[in-house]
């Protein structure tokens, strides 16, 4: 089973940036989808994005859309999330996710990171 870790999380001011990495181990890693998850105090683990296994395509929420960028790097089993134009709503732990597939409505998961907290202030 791949092991995740997320790293780059931290506290930023509304408009600010932040980017996440996620560093994976195993060899499977590389081939299957990954993506990036949010959980906010109070509410439901939310898709953010998610990549390809060769990162040719991507997909996001409504709400990262056109301020988050998903990118891999296969040779080093690395996945990054580029965090911009903040806004207090993207407060929540941020999960890194691997083996990721749609299925209807839902995700299902191979494999969770342990997440990485995201807090933004005005």
């Known amino acids: 089973q791949v092991q995740l870790v997320e790293s780059g999380g931290g506290s930023v001011e509304t408009g600010g940036s932040l980017r996440l990495s996620c560093a994976a181990s195993g060899p499977t890693f590389s081939s299957y989808a990954a993506g990036w998850f949010r959980q906010a105090p109070g509410k439901e683990r939310e898709f953010v994005a998610v990549?390809?296994?060769?990162?040719?395509?991507?997909f996001y929420s409504d709400s990262a859309k056109g301020r988050f960028t998903i990118s891999r790097d296969n040779s080093k089993n690395t996945m990054d999330l580029q965090m911009t134009s903040l806004k207090l709503d993207d407060t929540a732990i941020y999960y890194c996710a691997s083996d990721t597939n749609k299925i209807g409505n839902s995700w299902q998961v191979g494999s969770w990171g342990q997440g990485t907290q995201v807090t933004v202030s005005s």
């Open positions: 990549i390809t296994w060769d990162g040719g395509r991507t």
